[in-house]
């Protein structure tokens, strides 16, 4: 159940943060990294991974630019792409960061 609530308000914040843009999605930080970087951390958490995955990606396409906050996320990254499912996503994530680096 807990599983549950969590899952929910991670898609809820996904779409807070497409609503509100790229100049206010930064204010959602403090509450969702945590969030996504926990989906990642534990083993029963492997119910969360694919909606942290899609709610990291919206906070990437919405930043204006490289944000250490964001980056810390990807430290996760080796450990998501033992799972063949996560590869994909975690491409394009991988795309995002360097694109984001550039600039």
């Not at 609503?19 to 990642?40: K, N």
Request: glycine share 4%; net charge negative; with cysteine.
């Amino acid at each position: 159940q807990n599983l549950l609530l969590r899952r929910n308000v991670l898609s809820i914040l996904a779409c807070v943060a497409s609503f509100v843009g790229p100049d206010e999605a930064a204010a959602l930080y403090p509450l969702a990294l945590p969030l996504i970087d926990d989906s990642f951390g534990r083993e029963e958490n492997v119910f969360l991974v694919d909606e942290a995955l899609k709610i990291w990606w919206v906070f990437l396409q919405l930043s204006k630019g490289y944000d250490p906050l964001l980056g810390k996320l990807y430290l996760r990254a080796p450990v998501l792409s033992k799972d063949l499912e996560h590869v994909k996503v975690l491409m394009r994530i991988t795309e995002y960061y360097i694109i984001l680096g550039k600039e």
